[in-house]
């Protein structure tokens, strides 16, 4: 089985996270009509054409073949018209089923696609874990309010552990829980001080943990007077970072992740980008491995540096706007 075709199926079964309401009005999902009520046929109008045998062992329909043919289109006929209301009923179904199909298509990224995303900004500002020289750059669109992206936060911080160099992961903000924001404003002015990564785990732990433990009833976790003794235990300026959690900087920071991610029709959490490959939701880590060594051995073959890789293949080869499975790939 491909490694599409696997993780397709993985994410089937476990995929999980933080979603937007109504992500995609422009394709509500209809249920369809009742199923009308199946009249018990008379003796008169019960069509001869075919008959249903019931009862173990049942070999289904079969077609009265007796009589000339004159008489057996004729029984046809009868039969067509007797189901007619149930034929059109499966037809409006079918074409329904065919529809969501076909809006699911339009929803889903395409397999074959590797999508320019442009981290730089969160780059240049340390909102990243791994060295400038890893040829496969994971990008991590996360809620600090999402149990989902709580959960593979130690997976992506074993990654870049165990590919010792290989990986790195760059962390970029996308609000889907409106309490979370002043913790994004914080990371941000945390960033400023060279302590993203510091707060961010701190976060987790004594933010986002005790809140989850509350069942979202205690929201001043989430709040500044939280952030601000998580903050000074790890070392941070509170009072600068309170000036830098208010500034239009880590406002248009904020604004601006999320303005990218919207591009590659982002609309969930945990989001990642593996060197432009998307993937939806939290899997297992032995399926992001399977997509980082298939990218590996992309990036080495390519004969590109690790430092420079990110910049000059997936930025500058890699689409910049989403495209889905529907659409033809771009020559």
């Known amino acids: 089985m491909k490694l599409a075709s696997r993780l397709a199926l993985l994410a089937a079964v ?8 109504q992500a995609h009005p422009e394709h509500p999902t209809e249920k369809p009509a009742a199923a009308p009520p199946a009249a018990a046929p008379s003796a008169a109008s019960a069509p001869s054409a075919a008959s249903a045998p019931s009862g173990p062992g049942a070999p289904g329909l079969r077609i009265d073949r007796s009589g000339n043919v004159e008489q057996q289109l004729a029984r046809l006929q009868d039969a067509y018209d007797h189901n007619a209301e149930a034929i059109d009923f499966l037809n409006k179904v079918y074409a329904q089923q065919k529809a969501q199909q076909a809006a699911q ?27 400038a020289t890893a040829p496969v750059t994971i990008i991590k669109a996360f ?20 590919y010792k160099g290989k ?14 924001r ?10 400023k001080q060279g302590k993203y990564l510091a707060f961010k785990d701190a976060f987790w732990d004594q933010g986002f943990a005790p809140y989850a433990a509350s069942a979202g009833k205690d929201a001043s976790l989430l709040g500044e007077d939280n952030i601000l003794k998580i903050a000074r235990g790890v070392g941070l300026d509170t009072r600068r970072l309170k000036t830098d959690m208010a500034s239009d900087e880590c406002k248009a920071r904020l604004d601006g992740d999320m303005a990218e991610l919207a591009r590659f029709h982002v609309n969930s959490t945990p989001t990642f980008f593996i060197n432009g490959k998307l993937i939806s939701g939290a899997l297992p880590k032995e399926a992001f491995k399977e997509v980082i060594d ?3 051995k992309v990036a080495e073959a390519s004969g590109v540096s690790g430092a420079d890789y990110y910049q000059k293949v997936v930025l500058g080869k890699g689409e910049k706007q989403f495209r889905s499975k529907a659409d033809p790939r771009p020559r």
């Open 14 to 21: 476990v995929l999980a996270g933080c979603a937007q309401p």
């Open 105 to 131: 298509q339009r929803d889903e990224a395409a397999d074959d696609a590797m999508f320019a995303v442009d981290v730089t900004g969160d780059i240049r500002a340390g909102q990243v874990d791994g060295p």
């Open 143 to 162: 809620d600090f309010a999402c149990p989902y992206c709580s959960r593979m936060a130690p997976v992506m911080k074993e990654l870049v552990a165990e």
């Open 167 to 180: 990986v790195r992961v760059v962390y970029t903000n996308m609000l889907i829980h409106p309490p979370a």
């Open 182 to 191: 002043p913790a994004h404003l914080a990371s941000c002015a945390a960033a």
């Open 294 to 296: 298939e990218q590996l």
